[in-house]
C-alpha cells in the first residue's frame, strides 16, 4: 500500500526557513507527481506545490519566489523548501502523491498525515 509520511515540521520566526519532506513508500516514486498542500484552520485546503517525474514544478502565487519543491527519486523522497515565512504561511502541510491507473479514474490520490508549521514572533 502507498504510504507517504510527512516531517520537518514545527515553530519558527517570521522570515525564517524551515524544509519539509516527505517520504514514500508502496509505489513506483519515480513516475508520480507530487505535491504539497496546505490547510489553515476554517479554510479549504489548497494547493502549494506539485513536481512531476519529469521535474516540472507548480506553485500557487502566495509563494512563488519563497517556496521551492524537488524531489530524490534514490530516497523516495520529495521536499518543500520555504524560505522567508510569512504569518498568513501557518498550516497543517500535507504530501500528496498522484498515481496513475489503468482503470478509470485513471488516477488516485494518495495523502500523508500532514505535518504542522507554526510561524510566529
Known amino acids: 500500500q502507498v504510504q507517504l509520511v510527512e516531517s520537518g515540521g514545527g515553530l519558527v520566526q517570521p522570515g525564517g526557513s524551515l524544509r519539509l519532506s516527505c517520504a514514500a513508500s508502496g509505489s513506483r516514486f519515480s513516475i508520480n507527481t507530487m505535491g504539497w498542500y496546505r490547510q489553515a484552520p476554517g479554510k479549504q485546503r489548497e494547493l502549494v506545490a506539485t513536481i512531476t517525474s519529469g521535474g516540472s514544478t507548480n506553485y500557487v502565487d502566495s509563494v512563488k519566489g519563497r517556496f521551492t519543491i524537488s524531489r530524490d527519486n534514490a530516497k523516495n523522497t520529495v521536499y518543500l523548501q520555504m524560505n522567508s515565512l510569512k504569518p498568513e504561511d501557518p498550516a497543517v502541510y500535507y504530501c500528496?502523491?498522484?498515481?496513475?491507473?489503468?482503470?478509470?479514474?485513471?488516477?488516485?490520490?494518495?495523502w500523508g498525515q500532514g505535518t504542522q508549521v507554526t510561524v510566529s514572533s
Open positions: 500528496n502523491l498522484q498515481r496513475r491507473l489503468v482503470l478509470p479514474p485513471y488516477n488516485a490520490d494518495y
